[in-house]
């Protein structure tokens, strides 16, 4: 592991990584929705509506495992100091939240015509929202952090608390009474007819490696930014 941290290794690795996830990732997203949108059936109850979860599952799933990414890269900062595991969580935030946000914006969909309204301060919707602002939150702490170590630590700290919200939204369908349905989808089976349940783990896969590409990508920028940085700073000394 420690190998990889060197950036300079990081970059190599990365720059090849990050077109073959980002077009792997394209191609299998618009497989997923052409069968999503084409070739599966209406639901017998949600009709056509249900097709928004070809999006809505992938960006709830990436939502939270962004923020899973934050705390571990946050846990790898604080205790083994890995030179790019601050960078990978700065990176991380910015898709994280826009994930959370489409998941919001299409459960809102989903739920008028499903739920009769467009927003229910329910158990699963609402820890989701505070997953968002847990998100915004962090990228305005480790904006103001900049490059002082003081200031990524706590920015650290915040991404490891961060992460107890994420065992509410996954069992808050079971904690409380709730307008959102329980799992359809687990480790033991789908409650989800195989007909339109097959493009969904395409979809999650595609919408994944997007994710992955984007992180990259941003971990490749602030990496050519700081060593612009530092590169002006000599300059300026010499």
Known sequence: MHRFANPARFVRLARPLTAWFGWGGMLLV??????????????????DTVRIIYIHVPSAWLGMAGWAGIAVASFMQLVWRHP????????????????????????????????????EWDGRLTSMLILFFLYLAYIALAQAAG????GQKIAAIFGLVGAVNLPIIHYSVLWWRT???????GLTGST???RILWPIPIAVVGFSLIFVSVVLMRMRAMLADAKVEARLKRLATA
């Open 84 to 119: 790019l595991a601050y960078v990978a969580a700065r990176a991380t935030a910015a898709p994280g939240a826009v994930y959370a946000a489409i998941c919001l914006i299409t459960g809102s969909i989903w739920g008028r015509p499903t739920w009769g309204t467009w927003w």
């Open 179 to 185: 307008l959102h349905q329980g799992e359809s989808i």
């Open 30 to 47: 618009a497989i997923a929705l052409t069968g999503g949108l084409v070739l599966t059936p209406p639901d017998y109850l949600q009709g």
């Open 192 to 194: 989800i007819d195989n």
């Open 147 to 150: 490059r002082e170590e003081g």
